[in-house]
């Protein structure tokens, strides 16, 4: 991944709630989901409505693995847990519950949750749609000040 890469990533919402949720060490997020969308792309292209369905089904999984984690999760400022807890679980069912075709590798599957956060359906904090919300704000804020 080259650096145009990482600065069009780090304007993206998955890294904005990382970065909302003290996760700052996002190197490796930025890689799981840049193989999350190449092999998005290589799914889509083929345009094989099983695999299609395969890649949706597979998202849908990784959230529901995601879910029982944040519902047990009570931190108002650092995701780091929660992330490495789901995390975890990929990893334990990566061959079991999650096993999908070549193309889509471990490291994209945990890709596929930085996907779900860029679409706003996961977060790392006890409600992250507001803590999103208002660190954005503060951002903006922030920017407009320094102007």
Not at 6 to 27: P, Q, S, V
Not at 95 to 112: H, V
Request: aromatic share 10%; with cysteine; net charge negative.
């Amino acid at each position: 991944m080259d650096d145009v890469s990482e600065l069009e990533y780090d304007d993206c919402i998955f890294i904005k709630k990382l970065e909302c949720a003290n996760i700052y060490e996002n190197e490796i997020c930025k890689k799981e989901f840049f193989n999350a969308e190449i092999a998005k792309s290589i799914i889509e292209s083929k345009g094989n409505p099983d695999d299609l369905k395969m890649y949706s089904q597979l998202k849908s999984k990784i959230k529901s693995l995601w879910y029982p984690q944040y519902i047990q999760y009570a931190q108002e400022k650092n995701g780091n847990i929660l992330l490495a807890k789901t995390y975890e679980r990929i990893e334990e069912l990566d061959t079991t519950t999650l096993k999908a075709t070549d193309d889509i590798s471990l490291i994209a599957k945990k890709g596929m949750l930085h996907q779900l956060s860029d679409e706003c359906k996961v977060g790392w904090l006890k409600n992250y749609e507001e803590k999103l919300e208002s660190y954005l704000k503060k951002g903006e804020n922030d920017i407009g000040q320094s102007e």
